[in-house]
């Protein structure tokens, strides 16, 4: 399988804080996404790296692909109440393109203020 | 800004019988999903449909699931006997080009089978 995994599983900061959460997936990917869940909620898109990308950046958000080591990263940076959320990666697979994105377990990130 | 909107929001349902769930995708996509997610989990693929016919389906979309688009705004899930495991949130989501890029998704429908 190509799903996303996702590292921690749940992640307490205090406002201000940076929050830092892991991806990693099995197969060769066509691009990365990043995707955000307010409880009780459908996800919001956050950002998408593709494969040939190594770093992206979109306001506070910082994301990072190694595609040799099969990981991403999530940075938020200068962390707010509002942050609080489930963070996930979505990864749609290598080759054809008609496979769908395939979404790990999610950090639920808490940050308190 | 656009989205996508899923009707009702909350679903009650007795084991064995029958749910539709009803999605507006974005009015100019052309790619329509169905996600489900059971509490706490992880969210699951269900259906990719493009150009009036499925274009990928998971292991867990068998017989008893179907999807349509019946007009030119809706499109709907539909599942024929429900089980006490179909409870989960179901989420639609469209996208404006090709499988693997941004999905916007609605804001889900609690499913409950009693």
């Known amino acids: 399988s190509q799903q996303g995994e996702e590292d921690p599983q749940a992640l307490s900061i205090q406002e201000g804080e940076n929050a830092t959460m892991n991806c990693s997936y099995k197969?060769?990917?066509?691009?990365l996404q990043w995707y955000r869940q307010n409880s009780g909620r459908g996800l919001v898109h956050l950002i998408l790296?593709?494969?040939?990308?190594r770093e992206k950046h979109s306001g506070r958000l910082r994301v990072t692909l190694d595609t040799s080591k099969k990981s991403s990263s999530l940075l938020i940076t200068a962390s707010r109440a509002a942050d609080t959320a489930s963070y996930f990666c979505?990864?749609?697979?290598?080759?054809?393109?008609?496979?769908?994105?395939?979404f790990g377990k999610g950090t639920r990130l808490s940050v308190i203020a | 800004e656009p989205e996508v909107t899923q009707t009702p929001s909350h679903q009650v349902t007795q084991m064995g019988q029958e749910v539709i769930l009803r999605c507006v995708p974005i009015?100019?996509?052309?790619?329509f999903y169905w996600y489900r997610q059971i509490l706490g989990q992880k969210v699951e693929f269900l259906v990719s449909?493009?150009?009036?016919?499925?274009?990928?389906k998971s292991e867990i979309f068998d017989d008893q699931f179907s999807v349509e688009r019946p007009d030119g705004s809706n499109f709907t899930l539909k599942i024929r006997s429900t089980k006490l495991e179909d409870s989960a949130m179901y989420f639609c989501?469209?996208?404006?080009?090709?499988?693997?890029?941004?999905?916007?998704f609605g804001s889900g429908t609690q499913l409950s089978v009693l």
């Open positions: 009015s100019n996509h052309l790619y």
């Open positions: 790296i593709r494969s040939n990308e």
């Open positions: 979505a990864t749609h697979g290598g080759g054809s393109g008609n496979t769908p994105l395939v």
């Open positions: 449909f493009y150009n009036n016919e499925i274009s990928e």
């Open positions: 197969t060769s990917i066509n691009n």
């Open positions: 989501a469209s996208s404006l080009i090709q499988l693997g890029e941004k999905l916007f």
